[in-house]
């Protein structure tokens, strides 16, 4: 729709890479050497692999999802015949890792025994032999474990894309009465967030079965080498497995709390987003924020539980090895058993090993499992809420004769019946749809588009059909792509089109013309014009049946007739259209009127809803003809040439350029992304967010205690190792001094770790609580803070940034604050302080050791600057695209029932997938290069271990508790590079989306500060002087020059061409740009004046009437100011307490008309009781009886207060003390109704003489009728009215 075509891109180099490339990542090499020159850019991003294409994975999953989805557990299943055989597949590649695991404790073992003084059956040479398989079975493993990883991270892109794109397609199948069914903020939160929880379940899943088979074998290998003592480890691990399968299960049900959580608060921010000019004309800011805020104190609760368990689950696992671990050596103490160097490294190797699996691979398996169990059913249940609710569309092929026949159709929504055995044929001309507010007519026509189920009866429709929405609905793209709707180009038609919609005049006054980018909802054109560009679309295409909602009603009477003329009556005149309009001139124009009633009325009226005559309804006399032109001299439906103005709608069809043939391409959605690292004021305003440097280093403080309690139980193992030794070479003297000392400081020594042990417990325990109270005040301070200035932000900010990128930054971006960067700036902390102390320990048994250190750590903050250029910019690209996929899906949302219409859905779902496979070839770019730099790191790392090991078997002279010692904190230093580096570099990337959310925390905000007077305004009195407003702080200005004077108590009466400046002139009421010039309100200039006092003491009804997903109270009195009784009395005023029940209920989405949307933004301003009132636009889209409504309740309860009335319908504004004529955004005319009226040459009076044109008309065309025959011409006059 938006003519963003696929840029052409370079082909992935892993198409053409070979095995070795493949499995060692050098085919990344291209990016590093881009990222080592300059920022990767959008530009440099590859084309997407084939395995990645959205359409590719979409088709498969729609297959599969088609054949199983009436199973109990379908979306399991489906992703189980799409990848469960190859993830097994890939699965076997861990045997390697298991391999290892078990063996490497044996090699260590054996290398400690090679160091016991006075051993014989190990010679150099075998120690070199254990230290080459070492050093194979390292290489091995760092192969299999990478490619492993990365794999499965490509196999979550598959399933990430196949749902998305599967999601999207069951969308545009979805009838807009089902929509309340689904919200934005269910679908944003499950492809942001639910969908990332597979991204750490494959590799967490597979350490966790691999890491269950490793525990038992290895329980199985130390009660081969120290008997039943091992049993003590068995039962802690036999007892500590199934609690962390029951952690799991509650993790899930809690992540399944959250995502509802996060799904409502996500909807809450959209719904105020979209709506907020409305929301700042109302000062609804505080109870907005707090509704969200509080919405998000909910997720973060859970969140928090979520955080605890898990954190308990890693510490208990850390708990729980210590704790085995000493029980089994005293064990063995206890009952007399020698322990070795040998047998005691085996079993610090064995637990070694076993750490990493009860601290980071079973917590982390179970909870991401249970993430996963949660993503997958919110995933079933969202597919499966679609694929009920979904249908065909009702498009057909073009064709010569056109016709809708409804046959006994009735119509039932929410088991409120709209229509009953309705039965009608239709087959060209215009049909005009008129009726009371709430009666049907929207529904009307989209029964025919199949949008509502026919409860009974049958509907046919033959002929491509052409749908305009009552409420406009704009895409984020050019005007003229919104337009042509992935049409292509027809000058002459387009042009033709633009004449008729009387677009050339507003074209002209912007300074792009069609190529000005509309954005979300529009907000930066007109209701007019938004309302005849969404026109436009449908008459561009060349279809037989027009359904067109009453899309008149925002126009001026000059244009509006332009548009009657020229379009309804010209232009498609031989095709069949369903007009649903309140122009009463159109009735006499029309072929068939079709006048609804409410239901309680409409069986009585169901014969008649159509006026037949002899039971054919294209024989009507020719003077009600579908044809423009009457045989009647006297009657003419065209308009007097006195009143068509060359200055108001001149065709400038001539002078118009030709236009390109194909749309320019704009990038709607893009990002400027920042370039080079994350600043470091980023990571200082992350820790004063959490409680300051004060907090962070109490926090550091802990941290640096636990691993003291670490560094020293290790070396306290170390010593033991010793003694022992010592022990078993003196324990055969009886009585013996030495030994007696030996035995009395192992006892020593074992207190010692017994106390190190027991505070190492309490102190992680400590440190999990306090870094994540820390995590939780950031998460909730950070959203805090952008919601406080993205609300408080100037219309500047939303009329330039799309939906889909602010909900982006409140999705993806605040999920990586509240979930990825807690975890990994633990871990990062702790590995800091790891490593401090493996290199303390290590260099403490050999000083020699701390070259080979050096070097490595040199190595790795070289490779990781070499990273982390074209890692950074990657991830926020990975960020950014995920942009367009969220803004075009909330822009498809709320167009359904218009593509369907237009059969437009191949169209759409083809740019979705553009901008989807965007997106993939950004995930896979940073996730191919962040494991080419893990994957040499671990390479590093593995050699390191082995010059560590060579260089103590060159120089035998060491206890083997000091090489035991080294060994096991250069294995430590490993799992530093394995683990450490990633979280490093994970947490600086990740840290991008912490930088994203924060530039939303800087965002200018309206000023607050200004006077508050008391009792003010108590007069009404409204100055004007010289005011001129500007949208974007330009030289382009929307009014200009504006002067007028409102009195006290007096009724202002704006009026003017759509798109002249009128509903400006309320916004520089509310202050809602900057202006230049001076308005004053009872002798104040409203810049003194704070926006919260001013707009609070203006009553408005804005065009589009604000109605939200809360309580029918809320919405009325959001402040909790006014009874129950007041609210009922405004309801009874407006006739809406026939309608509504209940002032508690929440109301849900087209729920009600627009019409009583009107009606409930005016009762809202009838409890408001204000002494200035603005009305804009109010009577659009009702019906006769409820503009008299209307127009007698502003005239009774507001007779006291100064009221500024915009209208199109010049009833509204006669009765007025003054009318304000405006044009291009000047005054051309300003006074009394009745003074404008003596004007012949002024527009005011050309608007009035059309007003008696129109009524004189029909007049004439009634007497001609009831001349001719006045039983059919009474039957039509009833039907009409």
Same mark, same amino acid.
């Given at each position: ?11 992935? @180099? ?56 009436? %199973? ?65 079975? $390292? ?23 196949? =749902? #998305? ?26 492809? !942001? ?30 009660? +081969? ?23 799991? /299960? ?14 409502? +608060? ?29 919405? *998000? ?8 539980? /979520? ?55 079973? @917590? ?9 169990? !949660?993503?997958?059913? +919110?995933?079933?249940?969202?597919? %499966? ?16 004769? &056109? ?15 709209? =229509? ?41 429709? $033959? ?103 020229? #379009? ?119 820790? *004063? ?84 109270? =820390? ?20 219309? $500047? ?24 960067? @807690? ?130 078997? =060159? ?11 080294? /060994? ?35 965002? $200018? ?51 003017? +061409? ?43 009804? &804005? ?29 009874? !005023? ?59 309740? /502003?005239?009774? %309860? ?71 025959? @006045? ?11």
């Amino acid at each position: 729709m938006n003519g963003e075509k696929a840029e052409e891109r370079r082909n992935n @180099p892993r198409q053409s890479a070979s095995l070795i490339s493949r499995i060692t990542f050098w085919y990344t090499y291209d990016l590093f050497k881009i990222g080592y020159k300059r920022e990767v850019e959008e530009k440099d991003l590859y084309e997407v692999l084939p395995q990645f294409n959205t359409s590719e994975l979409g088709d498969h999953m729609e297959r599969e999802w088609n054949q199983n989805k009436e %199973h109990r557990n379908a979306m399991f299943l489906v992703l189980w015949k799409m990848y469960g055989k190859y993830y097994c597949t890939l699965s076997v590649t861990m045997l390697f890792t298991i391999v290892l695991n078990v063996v490497r404790p044996i090699i260590f073992g054996k290398l400690v025994f090679f160091f016991t003084p006075g051993q014989q059956s190990l010679t150099k040479a075998d120690a070199l032999l254990y230290t080459a398989i070492l050093l194979v079975l $390292q290489l091995v493993d760092v192969i299999c474990r990478q490619n492993y990883i990365f794999l499965t991270e490509n196999l979550i892109i598959k399933i990430r894309t196949a =749902f #998305c794109s599967l999601i999207f397609r069951k969308f545009l199948t979805l009838p807009v009465s089902c929509l309340h069914h689904v919200s934005y903020g269910n679908v944003a939160n499950l492809i !942001t967030r639910d969908i990332g929880a597979f991204d750490q379940f494959f590799l967490h899943f597979t350490y966790g079965w691999s890491g269950i088979i490793v525990t038992l074998i290895s329980c199985y290998n130390m009660y +081969r080498r120290i008997g039943w003592p091992a049993a003590v480890a068995i039962l802690a691990f036999a007892v500590f497995i199934p609690l962390q399968v029951l952690a799991g /299960i509650w993790i899930a049900s809690l992540k399944r709390e959250t995502s509802k959580k996060t799904d409502k +608060r996500l909807q809450k921010f959209k719904e105020v987003c979209s709506n907020i000019r409305s929301t700042k004309m109302y000062v609804w800011e505080k109870y907005v924020k707090n509704k969200i805020s509080l919405a *998000r104190k909910e997720e973060m609760t859970i969140l928090f539980k /979520i955080f605890i368990l898990l954190f308990l689950s890693i510490a208990t696992g850390i708990i729980v090895v210590n704790v085995t671990f000493y029980f089994v050596v005293m064990i063995n103490i206890w009952i007399d058993q020698i322990i070795t160097a040998e047998v005691m490294y085996f079993i610090n190797g064995t637990f070694l090993t076993l750490t990493f699996i009860m601290t980071i691979s079973f @917590p982390f398996a179970t909870f991401s499992l249970s993430q996963a169990i !949660t993503a997958i059913k +919110r995933m079933q249940t969202l597919a %499966h809420t679609l694929e009920t609710h979904s249908k065909g569309t009702c498009r057909t092929l073009k064709t010569e004769t &056109p016709e809708v026949e409804f046959s006994n159709v009735t119509v039932i929504i929410d088991n409120k019946t709209i =229509f009953e055995n309705v039965s009608i044929h239709v087959f060209s001309g215009l049909t005009l749809i008129t009726g009371p507010t709430g009666s049907g007519k929207s529904v009307f026509l989209l029964t025919i588009l199949k949008e509502f189920e026919i409860s009974d009866g049958k509907l046919f429709v $033959q002929g491509r059909l052409s749908y305009a929405s009552q409420e406009p609905w704009l895409f984020p793209a050019s005007i003229k792509q919104n337009i042509l709707f992935g049409n292509n180009y027809n000058h002459k038609r387009y042009q033709e089109v633009l004449h008729v919609c009387d677009l050339n005049y507003d074209l002209d006054l912007l300074e792009n013309g069609d190529s000005t980018v509309v954005v979300d909802g529009g907000v930066n054109l007109s209701k007019g014009q938004r309302s005849r560009i969404n026109l436009a679309r449908a008459i561009y295409q060349n279809s037989d049946i027009y359904l067109i909602d009453d899309c008149l009603s925002s126009l001026d009477p000059l244009v509006s007739n332009h548009i009657i003329t020229n #379009c309804i009556l010209k232009l498609l005149r031989n095709k069949l259209v369903f007009l649903v309009s309140h122009h009463s001139d159109l009735k006499h124009h029309a072929a068939n009127i079709l006048n609804l009633h409410n239901h309680s009325d409409l069986k009585h009226h169901a014969a008649n809803i159509l006026n037949l005559h002899n039971g054919n309804v294209n024989t009507r006399k020719n003077y009600l003809s579908d044809d423009v032109e009457s045989d009647n001299p006297n009657i003419t439906p065209r308009i007097p040439n006195t009143l068509i103005t060359t200055d108001i709608t001149t065709s400038i069809d001539s002078e118009r350029e030709k236009l390109n043939e194909t749309t320019k391409t704009n990038k709607i959605y893009g990002e400027i992304n920042k370039s080079g690292s994350v600043p470091l004021k980023v990571y200082t305003e992350y820790i *004063r967010l959490g409680g300051g440097a004060a907090t962070f280093l109490i926090i550091f403080c802990i941290f640096i205690v636990t691993q003291l309690l670490v560094s020293y139980k290790d070396k306290l193992i170390s010593n033991w190792v010793n003694l022992e030794d010592k022990i078993s070479r003196n324990n055969h003297t009886v009585g013996n001094v030495s030994y007696l000392h030996l035995v009395e400081d192992r006892n020593h020594l074992l207190r010692h770790y017994t106390g190190a042990v027991v505070g190492l417990s309490v102190a992680i325990l400590i440190r999990g609580w306090a870094l994540f109270q =820390f995590s939780r005040r950031i998460s909730l301070s950070l959203h805090k803070r952008m919601l406080n200035c993205v609300i408080g932000a100037s219309l $500047q900010f939303f009329d330039t940034t799309f939906l889909g990128n602010i909900v982006n930054r409140f999705s993806k971006d605040l999920d990586s604050v509240d979930e990825n960067i @807690p975890f990994p700036l633990n871990n990062l902390i702790s590995i800091v302080f790891e490593t401090v102390g493996s290199i303390v320990l290590i260099s403490s048994t050999n000083r020699r050791l701390l070259l080979p250190i050096a070097l490595l750590f040199v190595s790795l903050i070289f490779l990781r600057c070499v990273y982390i250029k074209s890692g950074r910019p990657l991830k926020r690209l990975d960020v950014s695209t995920k942009s367009p996929v969220l803004g075009y899906l909330n822009a498809t949302l709320e167009g359904v029932p218009t593509i369907k219409a237009f059969g437009a859905q191949k169209i759409v779902t083809k740019e979705f997938e553009t901008h989807h496979n965007l997106y993939n070839s950004a995930s896979y770019s940073y996730t191919a290069n962040l494991k080419a730099f893990v994957f040499v790191a671990d390479v590093f790392a593995s050699i390191f271990i082995v010059v560590v090991i060579l260089q103590f078997i =060159f120089d035998r002279d060491v206890l083997p508790g000091n090489f035991g010692l080294a /060994i096991s904190q250069s294995y430590a230093i490993y799992n530093v590079i394995f683990y450490g580096m990633q979280k490093w570099v994970d947490l600086e990337t990740q840290m991008t989306s912490a930088e994203r959310a924060m530039e939303y925390t800087t965002i $200018q905000k309206e000023s607050e500060s200004g006077l508050e007077i008391e009792n003010w305004p108590n007069l009404g009195e409204i100055k004007y002087e010289n005011v001129c407003l500007s949208m974007n702080k330009s030289d382009s200005y929307i009014l200009k020059n504006i002067n007028f004077h409102i009195k006290p108590n007096e009724k202002l009466g704006i009026v003017g +061409r759509t798109g002249a400046g009128k509903s400006s002139i309320i916004s520089a009421l509310f202050r809602l740009y900057e202006i230049k010039g001076r308005i004053t309100l009872d002798g104040v200039d409203i810049k003194t004046l704070s926006l919260h006092f001013l707009r609070s003491n203006i009553s408005v009804i &804005p065009q589009d009437p604000l109605l939200l997903s809360e309580t029918l109270r809320d919405n009325i009195d959001p402040e909790q100011v006014h009874t129950d009784e007041e609210i009922w009395n405004a309801l009874r !005023t407006v006739g809406m307490n026939k309608i509504i029940s209940t002032l508690n209920a929440n109301i849900k989405k087209f729920e009600f008309s627009c019409s009583q949307n009107r009606l409930l933004c005016l009762a809202r301003v009838l409890i408001k009781k204000k002494k200035i009132l603005a009305v804009d636009e109010i009577v659009e889209h009702v019906d006769t009886k409820t503009e008299n409504l209307i127009y007698n309740i /502003i005239n009774e %309860h507001f007779k006291f207060c100064t009221v500024i009335k915009i209208a199109h319908r010049l009833k509204f504004v006669l009765d007025c003390d003054k009318v304000l004529v405006l044009d291009n955004g000047s005054v051309v005319e300003y006074d009394s109704p009745e003074t404008l009226l003596k004007n012949q040459n002024g527009l005011f009076y050309k608007i009035y003489q059309l007003l008696l044109w129109t009524l004189e008309y029909q007049l004439k065309c009634l007497l001609l009728v009831l001349l001719d025959c @006045p039983k059919q011409s009474m039957s039509i006059f009833h039907a009409g009215n």
